[in-house]
């Protein structure tokens, strides 16, 4: 099997966000993923369930999507090169099976160059947490370093021996701690150095070493707990698809006919997983006068249009903000910046509403609209 097939094998994993319920799953609990691409050359590939085209984009070096449920059951996926079809799928079809009431991190991590790209799974609790108390998960994703300690300044231990692509969690005092991570046995020297951490009550840390050890980067995740609490104990799954959630609010009605004009109706009630920014009427009515006529009939500029406020995979408001920039399927990149408590897209689009589930991903309501 060449280099490239033993890449898309790893990444079959890597890619469960795209994932819908396969015809034979059961809906008897939810299980919850999100990926980790912790391996800096990983070329494009697109993932198709039942044949069609999932629609997620690839993750690039560094970043972790958010958090995305799934009923637990058999899931078929099978992945190509990017601008094929699933005719030309490298691998697959695959069958997948999920456990219910699970949290999975899956990262890709290792060396394409050396031919050693592979997938580890971090299996993490998100259970509730008292006050007072953080929860952190450490994922050791450098390549190059030998197990390493996680000590505090007088040498005491909090994780001890950790290898290349293991996980190891703790529940602390919510603090703030100065942290070193050095080679397993020893005090120093640090591979990597972090002073004045402050670890906040009732929140979830996912902490990853990663790049190489000449130079070491640290990539981090926080989730609190007033964001779990509503998913810990859920079972149930939505009900609608994104399109049907749109055509049935009435705040949408524009949305809903430019989707009608530019044929992507089917695209947001179809298999998938997306995040939806969705402009309301008002924020359509902002346009200078004449421009959505316009638009509208321009059915390639319409689709582009379109297409920049959906973003593969399913992104709740708590991984939006962790992140500066995103990705849209229309290509090319929109900023993301907190301010006073409150979330912006390029600048001065604000989010008004978000975390809107449905079954293929989620929608946050802006008011206005982002032009690419």
């Known amino acids: 099997m060449n280099r490239y097939k033993l890449l898309l094998l790893a990444l079959v994993a890597l890619l469960l966000v795209a994932l819908v319920p396969a015809a034979s799953a059961q809906s008897v609990g939810l299980a919850r993923i999100r990926v980790a691409h912790f391996s800096p050359d990983t070329p494009a590939v697109e993932v198709y369930v039942n044949g069609e085209n999932s629609g997620i984009q690839t993750l690039s070096f560094g970043n972790v999507s958010g958090w995305v449920e799934l009923p637990a059951g058999t899931y078929s996926v099978a992945v190509a090169p990017a601008g094929t079809s699933v005719e030309q799928a490298a691998i697959g079809p695959l069958s997948l099976r ?3 009431g699970t949290w999975t991190t899956v990262a890709a991590i290792g060396s394409l160059a050396d031919g050693t790209l592979t997938a580890a799974a971090a299996a993490e609790d998100y259970s509730a947490l008292a006050g007072g108390e953080s929860r952190v998960t450490v994922f050791h994703a450098i390549e190059d370093a030998p197990a390493v300690d996680v000590i505090l300044p007088d040498g005491t231990a909090l994780i001890s021996g950790l290898a290349f692509g293991e996980a190891a969690e703790l529940t602390v005092p919510a603090d703030t701690y100065s942290l070193s991570v050095v080679a397993a046995g020893t005090t120093g020297p640090a591979v990597i150095s972090l002073p004045n951490t402050r670890l906040s009550s009732q929140t979830y840390y ?157 929608i946050h309501v802006i008011d206005g609209v982002l032009v690419p």
Request: no cysteine.
């Open 98 to 100: 999920l456990g219910a």
């Open 206 to 362: 996912f902490v990853a070493a990663t790049n190489t050890l000449a130079a070491p980067r640290v990539n981090l995740t926080a989730i609190g707990l007033g964001t779990v609490a509503p998913l810990i104990n859920k079972t149930s799954v939505p009900t609608q698809t994104i399109a049907e959630i749109a055509a049935g609010d009435s705040r949408f009605s524009t949305l809903v006919t430019a989707l009608q004009a530019a044929d992507l109706v089917d695209t947001l009630n179809g298999a998938g997983s997306f995040t939806v920014f969705a402009p309301t009427n008002a924020a359509f009515a902002q346009l200078p006068a004449g421009t959505l006529d316009a638009v509208l009939a321009d059915k390639n500029l319409l689709t582009t249009i379109l297409l920049y406020h959906v973003v593969g995979g399913k992104a709740l408001a708590s991984d939006v903000v962790g992140v500066t920039e995103l990705r849209p399927l229309a290509g090319g990149s929109f900023r993301v910046d907190v301010r006073d408590g409150k979330v912006f897209l390029n600048d001065s689009i604000q989010i008004v509403l978000t975390d809107i589930e449905a079954t293929n991903g989620v």
